[in-house]
Every structure is written in structure tokens, then in C-alpha cells.
């Protein structure tokens, strides 16, 4: 796939081709396993036009952030979070028809969620939740799952939202071994 009159000229002179190209083809995947995994894959698609537009979007707050910090890496926190924020925005994943269940029209909101939820879980082994634990668990993912559907997605607050998931979890863990 080319992506000359896809991206912007400034992007490609920031970014390699094959980083882009890459991005989109990982999150096409990703998109594509949640799709089929939620019982959508007769209804539903990951629309590659829309999502290059995330995939634009995302580019170009990296290459500002690190033009305005001069610097090289971004963090993982900061990838997850700008991700999400603009798959919030733009919603790739389309419906090939109308949908009757409510749950149905926030499909994009559940797979930003389910991105979220693996940053904040990449290095750290997931516990096994008492079921009191697991209710505030649910409790937590059904306001993110809020958040995402009515407030102004913005990537810097995701991305606290996951440095805060991760040090409660580095707490909790702590407190758990002698």
C-alpha cells in the first residue's frame, strides 16, 4: 500500500513510510479481531479511509509533541492514549447496516476501550480479582466506557487515566507481596 496522497508530505519527511504503514496495519488487525470477536463480523467493518485519517491524526500530534520537546521516543502511555483519543473521534469502525441494540452504536468506544485496557496491563501479570474486587473493576471499566461515549476524549487525559491504572496496580501489587 502506498500511502503518497494519503498522508501528508511533512509526515513522511517526520516519519518512515513503513512506521505509518505499519501503524495502520496494526491497528486494521486489531480492529478486524475485536470486530469478530464481538459477534459483529457480518455487520460491521474497520473503514480503511476513516482510519488512515486516525492514523494522520495520530502522526501528526507525535511529530508535534516531539518537535516541541525535542524529543526522539514517545512513550507507550503517550501511544496508547493519542490512539485512543483520535479512534474516539473519528470512529473507523462502521456498520454495513442499521443497528437496533443501543451497545451496538458505541462499537468504536468498546474497542478504544479494549486498546486502553491493554497499555494498562502490557508489563504487568493480571491478578486474579476477588468478586468484590471484580465488581469495582467492572465499575471502573463502565466509566471509562462513559468518558469515552459523553466527555471530550483528550489523549492527556487517557494518558493519565493509564499512568494512574498502572500505579494503583503497582501499588496494589505491593501490598499483596511480603
Known amino acids: 500500500m502506498s500511502l503518497q496522497g494519503q498522508v501528508p508530505q511533512n509526515l513522511l519527511e517526520s ?3 513503513k512506521v505509518i504503514q505499519e501503524r495502520f496495519i496494526y491497528l486494521k488487525k486489531k480492529a478486524e479481531v475485536f470486530i469478530e470477536t464481538a459477534a459483529y463480523g457480518k455487520t460491521a467493518f474497520c473503514s480503511d479511509r476513516i482510519l488512515m485519517h486516525v492514523i494522520v491524526d495520530y502522526f501528526e500530534d507525535i511529530r508535534r509533541l516531539k518537535d516541541f520537546h525535542g524529543i526522539e521516543f514517545v512513550k507507550t502511555t503517550k501511544i496508547a492514549a493519542y490512539t485512543v483519543a483520535w479512534w ?3 470512529k473507523p469502525i462502521q456498520f454495513l ?3 437496533e441494540e443501543e451497545k451496538d452504536i458505541f462499537i468504536n468506544e468498546r474497542f ?3 486498546l ?3 497499555e494498562c496491563f502490557f508489563e504487568e501479570k493480571v491478578p ?3 468478586n468484590e474486587d471484580m465488581e469495582t473493576f467492572q465499575g471502573y471499566l463502565e ?3 462513559y468518558y469515552f461515549k459523553y466527555r471530550n476524549c483528550d489523549p492527556q487525559v487517557v494518558e493519565l487515566l493509564i499512568e494512574s491504572f498502572k500505579m494503583g496496580s503497582f501499588v496494589w501489587k505491593n501490598q499483596l507481596e511480603p
Open 15 to 17: 516519519f518512515e513510510e
Open 88 to 90: 474516539v473521534r473519528r
Open 97 to 99: 447496516t442499521g443497528q
Open 112 to 114: 478504544a476501550l479494549s
Open 116 to 118: 486502553m485496557m491493554n
Open 128 to 130: 486474579l480479582l476477588s
Open 143 to 145: 466509566y471509562l466506557f
